[in-house]
C-alpha cells in the first residue's frame, strides 16, 4: 500500500483528500505544517507528496526544495494561486505536477496514480546536474544560476519563451504536454495566444538545436494528435 504525505492547513481540503486516497487503498498520513511534514518524511521517506503552496509556516515551494536535496519523491502541488511564477518555481524546483483549487478529489487521486507511474524507479536513473561533464545521452542541461539552458555544456541563444518551453521540457523528460499545457507552464497570459504559437516555438527551438548537431532537433519530438515531448 503506497504511503502518502499530505501537507495541507485548510481541514475541510485535507479530511477530503484524505477519505478519496484511502478509498484507492493509499496509506496518507496528514501534515498542517511544511515543519510537521518535513520531519515525517525524515523519519519515515513517503512514496508519495502532496504539497499545499501556502502553508502558514513555510511555503510548499520551501518544502518542495528541501525535500529535493535529499530525495526523489514524487511531489504534485496544490496551489489556489494561478500565477505563472508559482507554476514555473514550482517545477523548476522538482515539482512533479500541480493542481490548482477548487479540484475534484477524484482529479487528484487520478494524478497521483499516473505520476506514480510515470516517476517509477527515476531514482535508479537520476539526470546529471549542469555542473557534470557533457553526457551524450542527457546533451541538453540547465544552469539556474545564470538561467540559462546549455547543449552539451554550450548555452543556446533562446528567447524568454523559448527557455521557458524548455525548462518545462527538460523537467519532465518523456512526458507528452498538450499545447495547452505548454502555454499555460510558459506564457504569462495563455489567453492572449493561440495554440500555434507553440509550434512556432517549436520549430525555432529545433532550428537552434540543429545549427549545434545534426539530428540534435530530434530531441523534440512530435506526437500526432497529442503534442510534444523532450526524448534524451
Known amino acids: 500500500m503506497p504511503r502518502i504525505l499530505l501537507v495541507e492547513d485548510e481541514p475541510s481540503i485535507a479530511d477530503t ?28 521517506p513517503f512514496d508519495f507528496v502532496i504539497l499545499d503552496i501556502g502553508l502558514p509556516d513555510i511555503t510548499g515551494l520551501e518544502v518542495c526544495k528541501r525535500l529535493r536535496e535529499t530525495s526523489a519523491v514524487p511531489i504534485l502541488f496544490l496551489t489556489a494561486r494561478d500565477g505563472e511564477i508559482d507554476r514555473i518555481l514550482g517545477l523548476e524546483l522538482g515539482g512533479d505536477d500541480y493542481v490548482t483549487k477548487p479540484f475534484s478529489p477524484r ?16 531514482d ?18 540547465h544552469d539556474e544560476a545564470t538561467m540559462r539552458v546549455l547543449y552539451l555544456s554550450q548555452p543556446l541563444d533562446l528567447t524568454a519563451h523559448e527557455y521557458k518551453l524548455l525548462l518545462v521540457f527538460l523537467k519532465r523528460p518523456h512526458r507528452v504536454f498538450t499545447r495547452d499545457q505548454l502555454l499555460d507552464l510558459a506564457w504569462d497570459d495563455p489567453g492572449a495566444v493561440t495554440d500555434r504559437t507553440i509550434d512556432a516555438h517549436i520549430k525555432t527551438i529545433r532550428a537552434k538545436l540543429r545549427d549545434r548537431s545534426a539530428g540534435a532537433e530530434n ?11 523532450y526524448v534524451p
Open 17 to 44: 483528500l484524505v477519505y478519496a486516497l484511502k478509498t484507492d487503498c493509499f496509506e496518507v498520513s496528514h501534515a498542517l505544517t511544511g515543519g510537521v511534514g518535513l520531519a515525517l518524511h525524515e523519519e519515515a
Open 107 to 122: 482529479e487528484v487521486v487520478a494524478r497521483v496514480r499516473a505520476i506514480m507511474r510515470r516517476t517509477e524507479g527515476r
Open 124 to 141: 535508479e536513473h537520476p539526470r546529471p546536474s549542469a555542473d557534470a561533464p557533457p553526457d551524450p545521452a542527457f546533451p541538453l542541461t
Open 219 to 229: 530531441l523534440i519530438e512530435t506526437r500526432r494528435g497529442l503534442g510534444y515531448a
